[in-house]
């Protein structure tokens, strides 16, 4: 992902992710994430970038426009959540925390039976849970189980979770063993595990 620092812009009005609804007392509640947008003339292409603040900002090129802008910001809402944990923010408001959970059975389904279809192994069925002491289980039948908030992560991250419970496929053990099988399926799994000791907390 590129970020893009030093430059001189011009701040538009920020928009909110969703349109919050009225609440019974006709008062909005707060935005989920609003993006703020920056126009500037050397821009090539649309940049994304979350300050210190969390604040989530999208440089739109010349020629560009912000409904472009909303639809790039979207496209990367797991880069922003892992961005803002990094950062020792919420990774996601309510409104949007809802928003990520319907969508996440249907996105983490997929990218598993994708990764064991890379790896020759077969998945009985795939489960999408609200778990709050895992990030993800594999059973003895072939049964996958994954927590809703991998949605949250860097997408290389979450992908290291899933190969971590398919390995137990053909290895139902954390033995030396096991540990070699993810670290030819996963390169950077050492990493992935860091990052998730340092920031899985905040996205609990």
Avoid at 130 to 139: A, E, F, K, P, V
Wanted: proline fraction near 5%; aromatic fraction near 8%.
């Amino acid at each position: 992902m590129a970020v893009q620092l030093g430059l001189p812009f011009e701040s538009d009005r920020p928009l909110s992710l969703e349109s919050p609804e009225p609440t019974a007392s006709g008062e909005r509640t707060a935005p989920a994430v609003e993006f703020y947008f920056v126009r500037h003339r050397r821009a090539r292409r649309y940049v994304l970038r979350v300050d210190h603040d969390g604040r989530v900002r999208v440089t739109i090129p010349r020629g560009g426009s912000r409904r472009e802008a909303v639809a790039f910001g979207l496209r990367y809402l797991d880069w922003i959540g892992g961005q803002r944990a990094r950062l020792g923010h919420p990774a996601l408001g309510t409104e949007e925390r809802r928003r990520v959970k319907e969508q996440a059975a249907a996105a983490l389904t997929a990218r598993v039976r994708a990764l064991a279809a890379e790896h020759r192994l077969q998945v009985s069925r795939v489960s999408v849970r609200d778990q709050r002491t895992r990030w993800g289980s594999c059973g003895r039948d072939g049964h996958i189980c994954l927590n809703w908030r991998l949605m949250l992560m860097p997408a290389w991250v979450r992908d290291y979770v899933m190969i971590h419970e398919l390995m137990h496929l053909r290895r139902l053990d954390h033995s030396s063993a096991y540990w070699r099988l993810v670290a030819d399926a996963c390169p950077d799994h050492e990493q992935a595990r860091r990052w998730l000791r340092e920031h899985g907390p905040s996205l609990r």
